[in-house]
T-cell receptor, first 113, second 113 residues
């Protein structure tokens, strides 16, 4: 079945450091890929998405590129802020006709001043 | 718009007690979902609904029942709570369209003693 594997945390970075959170997936067909963010005490919010190979999703300085050849969707940000401290989830939705998401286990990011 | 709301925010139950969690959305979404979030496990789908009057099992349905009598509401029931059901429960909804995101509620933290 479909699955998502993301790097285990927690990840602790200093403010203005470069962030990479790795995400790889296993799926048949042509899935859509998502990154969700969960701030402390809140529900999940969509951070960015990509719906086909080579698409780049971006939002709030975060980027991720859909790489079909390596089945990856790594999240990056050039300069993190304390306000980016949260749990980040990679997720996939199988091809057309499916409305279910499969989530990775989440990566907790802490950014220290 | 309130988006997705969940009631209650917190609840403590004793083993064997029953309760119902309410999810409501005001976005006229067709699909609704119930997830549970446990440390190190990511989000796991319990049940979902593709429309009023229809429900289906997800990855971890045992011990839960659901109902969707109105399009805007999705109820999750625990008939006889067990300590293994201690978790944070999230409701989500999405519109019936390709590549649409899921919108999440703020969560319900349930403790079963």
């Amino acid at each position: 079945g479909d699955s998502v594997t993301q790097m285990e945390g927690p990840v602790t970075l200093s403010e203005e450091a470069f962030l990479t959170i790795n995400c790889t997936y296993t799926a048949t067909g042509y899935p859509s890929l998502f990154w969700y963010v969960q701030y402390p005490g809140e529900g999940l919010q969509l951070l960015l998405k990509a719906t086909k190979a080579d698409d780049k999703g971006s939002n709030k300085g975060f980027e991720a590129t859909y790489r079909k050849e390596t089945t990856s969707f790594h999240l990056e940000k050039g300069s993190v802020q304390v306000s980016d401290s949260a749990v980040y989830f990679c997720a996939l939705r199988p091809g057309a006709g499916s409305y279910q998401l499969t989530f990775g286990k989440g990566t907790k990011l802490s950014v220290i001043p | 718009n309130a988006g997705v709301t969940q009631t209650p925010k917190f609840r403590v139950l004793k083993t064997g007690q029953s309760m119902t969690l309410l999810c409501a959305q005001d976005m006229n979404h067709e699909y609704m979902y119930w997830y549970r979030q446990d440390p190190g496990m990511g989000l796991r789908l319990i049940h979902y609904s593709v429309g009023e009057g229809t429900t289906a099992k997800g990855e971890v349905p045992d011990g839960y029942n659901v109902s969707r009598l109105k399009k805007q509401n999705f109820l999750l029931g625990l008939e006889s709570a067990a300590p293994s059901q201690t978790s944070v429960y999230f409701c989500a909804s999405t519109r019936l369209a390709v590549n649409n995101e899921q919108f999440f509620g703020p969560g319900t933290r349930l403790t079963v003693l």
